[in-house]
């Protein structure tokens, strides 16, 4: 069993966005600068924003971070995107989600310039990605193709169980997983809440990426013998041995599944630190005006 670290790999990818950084600023170009606006006082939200923020000063980025309180109201909200949008210092920025429930987030997401939008949330990226076109890719699914890539995980012609359906990892991990490159060339499977024979399905899975947000679903009696399993959960969960009172969980039960695997992510230390690695990677192709001009 090979144990994936996503902490090491996003570490030597930020050094190489540096470098990259170094050498255009050097030639006189711009220092990629990204924004993120941040609603509310969610104990995620502001744990993520502020390590994107802190990944963006090791990529030798500008940051700008942006705050409201959670009564801001949706038009003060489409206002802010109005104006980072025709900001031409600013290269992409970010919309922290969830929003608080009076706001519309798909008002919010579809109100940014898709030439901005390195999360890749807008409709325009989102349909771009799934034929296929340069665009920029939503950070998670990005960072797994880039673990089974630097880990040279074979995807062509495997069988791939995605757990979950949610627009930000299970949608668009599903469609690059089958897109006719690598890694992808999958034969593809998308479970969720409502599937019949999961399980089964599971177990006849090359390859599972876990993104269904419930601590270890995925048991020993569900993986092949061999597999590869990405897990993205993240739940917290309550435990009065650390200091911040909770530990993260993953959606695979770690211990069990481990030993019958060929390689698996750790949670903490898998997939995370790679979600944020992939929006400095769009980040900097957002500076370099890679996708748009
Ligand atoms: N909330 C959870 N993940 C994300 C993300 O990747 N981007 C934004 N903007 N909000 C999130």
Redesign the pocket.
């Known amino acids: 069993m090979t144990l994936i670290d996503g902490k090491a790999t996003a570490t030597a990818i930020k050094a190489e966005i540096a470098e990259e950084v170094q050498r255009i600023v050097a030639a006189g170009g711009k220092r990629p600068h990204l924004a993120a606006v941040l609603v509310g006082h969610d104990g995620g ?1 502001e744990t ?1 924003v502020k390590n994107k923020v802190i990944a963006c000063e090791q990529c030798g980025f500008t940051s700008t971070l942006i705050r409201y309180e959670a009564d801001v109201t949706e038009e003060e909200l489409l206002r802010k995107v109005d104006e980072l949008n025709r900001n031409d210092d600013i290269d992409g920025f ?5 929003l608080p429930r009076h706001i519309s987030e798909q008002r919010v997401i579809e109100a940014i310039d898709y030439r901005k939008d390195v ?1 890749g ?1 807008h409709p325009i990226n989102v349909g771009r990605m799934s034929i296929g076109l340069p665009c920029y890719i ?3 699914p990005n960072g797994i193709l880039e673990l089974l890539r630097r880990y040279h995980i074979e995807t062509s012609g495997k069988k791939c169980v995605v757990l979950g359906r949610s627009n ?1 990892v299970g949608k668009p991990m599903a469609t690059l997983m089958m897109q006719k490159r690598q890694p992808g060339d999958a034969t593809v499977t998308v479970c969720h809440s409502h599937s019949a024979n999961l399980k089964e399905e599971c177990r006849q899975a090359d390859i599972i990426i876990a993104a269904i947000g419930t601590p270890h679903f995925v048991t020993a009696d569900m993986v092949k013998p061999g597999a590869v399993i990405i897990d993205v959960g993240t739940t917290r969960v309550p435990d009065a041995t650390r200091k911040s009172g909770y530990r993260l969980c993953g959606d695979v039960d770690f211990d069990n599944v481990a030993p019958l695997c060929s390689f698996i992510t750790p949670v903490p230390g898998g997939v995370g630190p790679m ?1 944020i690695c992939s ?1 400095m990677k769009n980040t900097l192709s957002a500076g370099k005006k890679e996708f748009y001009s």
Do not use: R
Not at 94 to 98: E, G, Y
């Open positions: 939200s993520y970010i919309v922290q989600l969830p999360d949330f939503s950070a998670t930000i979600t929006l």
